[in-house]
């Protein structure tokens, strides 16, 4: 247990730097004033990841999972309402955030109201986090294959890449000081995808040039 408390650290300071290469976007959104080129969906599904493993946190009374997601989502939220003011398709966005707020509003009548308190509650959150980290960190293998194709890094972030290396490892070493498989199973994905795409960088970057370039929750 002695290197829990190193453990926590390193998930809460390279979480938030994954998080906060979404400033990147911000930047250019206000500096722009136009939300063109910026990907929604991505910002609207990490804020509803960020919102679920805080209720995990909360009941398993997990300081470090609260408080990185609390960051998380409060980052999202910015993120989220610079693009509405930014941006041209107001319907969509209304839309889109709409279902959002109804599966989030779904959920919280299901697991507060509809389950018991305990470790059935619990479980069934874990594994719903899990899913959807799971498949936050897959979302990316389409454009690893185009990319493959191609020869082009236009749509990877090499600083996003590190950054989601270094967090996915540390939560798998976290959850596996937990003895805690809800953290660790969903978070090992990211680290393959993530050597996947720095190998990608090692392969076609030409000169050492990385790709400046930042997609939003592509782990």
Wanted: aromatic content about 14%; overall charge positive.
């Amino acid at each position: 247990m002695e290197l829990l408390p190193l453990l926590s650290w390193a998930c809460i300071a390279f979480t938030i730097w994954m998080f906060s290469t979404g400033l990147t976007d911000l930047k250019k959104m206000r500096t722009t004033k136009s939300s063109d080129n910026i990907q929604f969906l991505p910002f609207l599904m990490t804020c509803l990841n960020n919102l679920g493993w805080l209720y995990y946190g909360i009941l398993k009374k997990d300081g470090t999972v609260i408080f990185v997601n609390v960051i998380g989502a409060c980052l999202q939220v910015l993120y989220i309402s610079c693009y509405c003011l930014y941006s041209k398709e107001k319907r969509r966005v209304i839309t889109q955030s709409s279902v959002a707020a109804a599966v989030l509003a779904l959920g919280w009548l299901y697991f507060c109201m509809l389950l018991p308190p305990g470790d059935s509650r619990l479980d069934q959150l874990g594994l719903t986090c899990s899913v959807a980290t799971v498949c936050m960190y897959a979302s990316p293998l389409t454009d690893l294959v185009a990319i493959v194709r191609s020869g082009s890094l236009e749509r990877l972030s090499f600083s996003l890449s590190v950054a989601t290396f270094f967090t996915s490892t540390s939560w798998v070493l976290y959850g596996l000081q937990l003895h805690d498989y809800y953290i660790m199973v969903p978070n090992t994905p990211g680290i393959f995808t993530s050597l996947i795409r720095l190998f990608l960088f090692w392969r076609f970057s030409s000169g050492g040039e990385m790709s400046a370039a930042y997609k939003p929750l592509k782990i």
